[in-house]
């Protein structure tokens, strides 16, 4: 069977469109990575919805961020045949989803001044809302190797991501949970994930 | 089949997905729903402090839609197309955004009766409900179902949402006649009317 043809299309930003992008980068499925630049309101008529992330899948729109990404981690061999352990994988992305509005619209395009984004984070949003989700995880990777114990999915790439994101302003983020660190280590390092981090364009 | 135990507050809001989707597939379960008083208690036992969780033979699995969607395939309600279970995760995804919307934006909001319902007609009606209802009438025009030839949980939950909205606000589906036909239809499924009208009444949705 032939791959379909995928253009995925999003702002110049990882946010809601990474984990898909690092899906198809782990499983070296090609796409067309299409960053709207500066005219959305143009092009915000031709999605469905009017909302970005759209994946055209030969030519039809896919919408909905976390559906697109399981579509395409199922592609990439990221999602566990079993019915049980697949729900496990997509209950804690949608835990890790839901830090995406404390992470993006508060932390990276927040308003505050710097000083006060770190005082949000050190009293708020990481003792509050990171910590218990680090905690959980950390308990749960202490004796194995990744989320799902002895295969990679896209549970550990949501981690990775999110978990990576934060700590990029806020570095000291995962020093208590060294279980969580080895996997958003680990994963950085898988080769196809290695080679698409180092060359995808900068930005948020 | 496994044990299952589905434990959440008396009300429809993050639950009744997979409610529907246990009785449309004839699943046994134990439908726990606890008080509001007792929650502070259970908390710090449900993964991520946070209801719905559902056991499935004593192991607890948190977030609603993760359940919902498990329990749909043990329904036969996810369809075995990537794409298609993809198109589904998708229309689920949209009406579950619009439903926390509407308790967000209307249910909650700490006002008067008549400041809630002008919210609700004058700003969450035409600019978030609207759009959703028009694709999806145009979505249904000819086909049975909303995604391939099959019932699926994405049918379930258009009936389950607007179902629950067009009782609050009866003329909410005047203007989309197929999305009115296609809630009645599923509405009117032997095991979903059955539980419609025998399972528990909440207040809440």
């Known amino acids: 069977t032939t791959m379909p043809e995928y253009k995925l299309m999003y702002f110049n930003l990882q946010a809601r469109a990474e984990l898909t992008r690092l899906c198809f980068a782990y499983g070296g499925i090609a796409y067309e990575d299409d960053r709207i630049e500066g005219t959305w309101a143009e092009r915000k008529k031709e999605m469905p919805g009017g909302q970005v992330p759209v994946l055209l899948v030969d030519g039809k729109p896919l919408t909905e ?11 990439a061999g990221l999602v566990p045949k079993d019915d049980l ?75 990775s991501f999110m978990f990576g994101k934060v700590a990029e302003h806020y570095p000291t983020l995962l020093n208590d949970y060294p279980h969580v660190k080895k996997v958003v280590d680990n994963v950085q390092a898988l080769a196809p994930i290695k080679q698409y981090i180092s060359t995808r364009p900068k930005c948020n | 089949m496994p044990e299952y135990k589905l434990i959440y507050f008396n009300m429809a809001a993050r639950a009744e997905l997979a409610r529907w989707c246990f009785a449309y597939g004839g699943i046994e379960y134990e439908d726990k ?58 229309i689920v995804d949209t009406l579950v955004a619009l439903h926390m919307t509407v308790i967000e934006q209307v249910m909650m909001l700490k006002a008067e009766c008549e400041e809630k319902k002008r919210v609700m007609m004058e700003e969450v009606v035409p600019n978030k409900i609207n759009p959703r209802l028009n694709m999806l009438n145009e979505k249904l025009e000819d086909r049975d179902w ?25 003329d909410m589906l005047a203007d989309y006649p197929n999305v009115s036909a ?8 032997e095991p979903i009317a059955e539980w419609i009208s025998n399972g528990p009444e909440t207040e809440i949705i």
């Open chain 2, 182 to 189: 296609h809630v009645e239809k599923v509405r009117a499924l």
């Open chain 2, 33 to 90: 729903r606890i008080e509001f008083e007792d929650w502070p208690e259970m908390k710090a036992d449900m993964p991520g402090g946070q209801l719905p969780v559902l056991m499935v033979d004593d192991k607890p699995l948190p977030e609603s839609l993760a359940i919902s969607r498990y329990i749909a395939k043990q329904a036969g309600l996810v369809p075995e197309d990537d794409l298609e279970a993809a198109y589904c995760d998708a």
């Open chain 1, 85 to 159: 352990q697949a729900a496990h994988c997509d209950a804690i992305v949608d835990t890790l989803n839901g830090m995406m509005p404390d992470i993006y619209q508060k932390v990276i395009f927040g308003k505050l001044e710097p000083a006060e984004k770190q005082k949000l984070l050190k009293e708020d949003l990481v003792p509050n809302k990171f910590n218990p989700v680090l905690n959980r995880l950390n308990e749960r990777l202490s004796n194995q190797d990744w989320f799902l114990s002895d295969m990679v999915t896209w549970a550990d790439i949501a981690i």
């Open chain 1, 65 to 75: 961020s976390l559906a697109m990404a399981r579509y395409i981690a199922k592609q």
């Open chain 2, 146 to 170: 909303v995604v391939s030839d099959q019932t699926t949980w994405a049918d379930l939950q258009i009936g389950l949402l607007f179902g629950m909205l067009s009782e609050k606000f009866p």
